[in-house]
């Protein structure tokens, strides 16, 4: 697994992971930038990068996000 994620940092361009992002409405927002919400950066080790659709509002601080797998086992979907 750590050797498939080292190949990936070197045969994925990240120009066009985000081309393919917004291509498919989807925002990329970095931790450091100011589309990022205060408060997910105020828990303990927050995500560097948020992948995002629709609008993320003030009143989103309780908002519950679901992260799912692209292959996911029986068990997982169960």
Sequence with gaps: LSA???RGRTE???REELAASRAAGVAVIARDTPQYPSWLGSISDPPSILYAQGTIKPQDTVAVAL??????TQYGME
């Excluded at 992260?67 to 996911?72: E, I, L």
Aim: hydrophobic residues 50%; proline residues 8%.
């Design 12 to 14: 994925i361009d990240p």
């Design 4 to 6: 498939a994620i080292i």
């Design 67 to 72: 992260v799912g797998s692209r292959h996911a």
